[in-house]
């Protein structure tokens, strides 16, 4: 697995990584949620943050997707609270979820899961990989809309990150499968409308044109 991203790429997965960078100034919150992947960096950066003092409280949410069972067989939930316990977060500052399959139900069901134990959280910062921030962010705001979010991802440039995945392919695929989710699900109630520049859809559209089609819904338009 090439883990460089080729030259001629590079512009247009350039373009699509720093759209989805929200570049949130985070203050401190409630509740910091991070979001079940293969990315276990995901988990590193909440824990910093607990450490840091940006939240008390740390909710990880994740069952498995087929891109994570063979990684996380206890599910992504589970390895990332084990993860997160040696770097040192105290047990009784985790609480896990470990149902959700994607993101609209790693927020609702975080959010049952707080009013379950009685916890009320007015904010709230969720912690993901770099490219999933705008479509958590617009989830959460479509299903969770009275909370204040922001969103948080370990701060690593695009080949720092390329490289601690260890395959570009694989990332670049991700990139272009949220990029069309963003529109996509807009469009079927799942998420808030987001805008997406015209400098954004004709890398996208570069990429897809490439053969970057993995991740892409099969019954949903690109965004052309």
Known sequence: MAATLPDD???????????HDLRHELRPADVGIGLGSHDLGVATFTAELFHAGTFPLIVFTGANAPTTVERFPRGEAVHYREHALELGVPDDAILIEPEARNTGENVTFTRRLLESRGIEAGSVVLVSRPYQQRRAYATCKKLWPEVEVRCASRPLPLDDYIESIGDVDRVINMLVGDTQRITVYAERGFATQQEVPSNVVE??????????????????????
Do not use: S
């Open 9 to 19: 790429l590079r512009v247009d997965v350039q373009t699509l990584w720093d759209y």
């Open 203 to 224: 890398a996208y559209d570069r990429l897809v044109r490439a053969g970057f089609r993995e991740r892409l819904l099969r019954q949903a338009n690109w965004l052309t």
